[in-house]
């Protein structure tokens, strides 16, 4: 059983008003988390594991600087094509008796990567995956997913496409904090860009986003040099810690930590709910999460 041991982590700027109003108001019934599905995208490259992280307007419950994923549509229910793992196995996966609710977050996770960044889990058939989704045709097909004029199941349905749930593996689960204004309950899920697709921002919508090296981004995490990057107002002059969601900075520490895509993926995790606590430490309002601690010798450990 992996060690547990207590993280403090920035309470982000878009959170101060509403942790102020819990904690002056007193404890009050959260709101009601919103199901979510989130997937980490990876590569290799000489620098170590790299990801996909984008910049998300407003004040996402996954973070300002967030992987792909949103809340879950109704059309997530929808009839679908799919290959790979049955909705059974994934709610045993995901540790849930729900196997309706299994099904949804791992369409619901295939159709935000797809909307966010192109890149599409999808094929006739086991042995193949769609190419080449970089085309205006495919941009096309995006936004009007992206704006709810065609729902994703019927784009793969008119292209003759099944949801390649192999390629995906299951991670973790984390819960928004109690104290927050909109709260998601998210699954977060990782894959590896199939052969001939590469990401790209949703035109029109998209503002930043960009491969990042996990190493190269956690070792300056005090500075302010990717929020500067960015270049936007809620970014500019902010340190990794006040970008990222707790749970997004404990996954880029694993990515730092891993000998390549192979083991991140191939390491086993047990079905655990994590979710941070709104704490006051000396005067100064951070978040507390209890988290597995990196083992010597075992980088990938965790829960």
Not at 38 to 44: E, G, I, K, T
Request: aromatic share 6%.
């Amino acid at each position: 059983m992996p060690q547990l041991a207590r993280r403090l982590f920035a309470l982000p700027p878009d959170l101060e008003g509403a942790a102020q109003s819990w904690l002056e108001h007193g404890e009050r019934t959260p709101r009601a988390a919103r199901y979510a599905s989130s997937v980490v995208l990876l590569r290799d490259s000489p620098t170590g594991l790299e990801t996909w992280l984008g910049y998300r307007p407003g004040s996402s419950p996954l973070g300002v600087l967030a992987f792909p994923g949103g809340s879950l549509e109704a059309s997530d229910d929808d009839a679908v094509g799919w290959l790979g793992p049955s909705p059974q196995h994934w709610a045993e996966q995901m540790g849930t008796d729900d196997v309706g609710l299994a099904r949804r977050h791992v369409v619901g996770a295939i159709r935000e990567l797809f909307e966010e960044t192109g890149v599409l889990l999808a094929g006739p058939d086991m042995s193949t995956t769609v190419e080449g989704t970089s085309t205006h045709d495919w941009m096309r097909a995006r936004v009007a997913v992206a704006d709810q004029e065609k729902t994703f199941t019927e784009l793969l349905a008119k292209r003759g496409l099944s949801l390649r749930t192999d390629l995906l593996k299951p991670l973790v689960n984390w819960r928004s904090p109690d104290f927050a204004h909109r709260r998601f309950d998210t699954r977060y899920f990782a894959a590896t860009v199939p052969m001939n697709q590469q990401p790209s921002l949703l035109q029109s919508k998209g503002v930043w986003g960009r491969w990042v090296c996990a190493t190269q981004a956690i070792a300056p995490r005090s500075t302010t040099a990717l929020g500067d990057e960015v270049g936007q107002e809620n970014t500019v002059g902010l340190t990794l810690g006040q970008l990222l969601v707790p749970g997004s900075e404990i996954m880029l520490e694993k990515m730092a930590a891993a000998n390549g895509c192979i083991a991140y993926l191939s390491y086993k995790r047990k079905p655990h709910v994590y979710q941070a606590r709104l704490v006051d430490e000396e005067g100064t309002l951070m978040l507390e999460v209890e988290a597995a601690k990196t083992v010597a010798g075992d980088p990938q450990r965790e829960r």
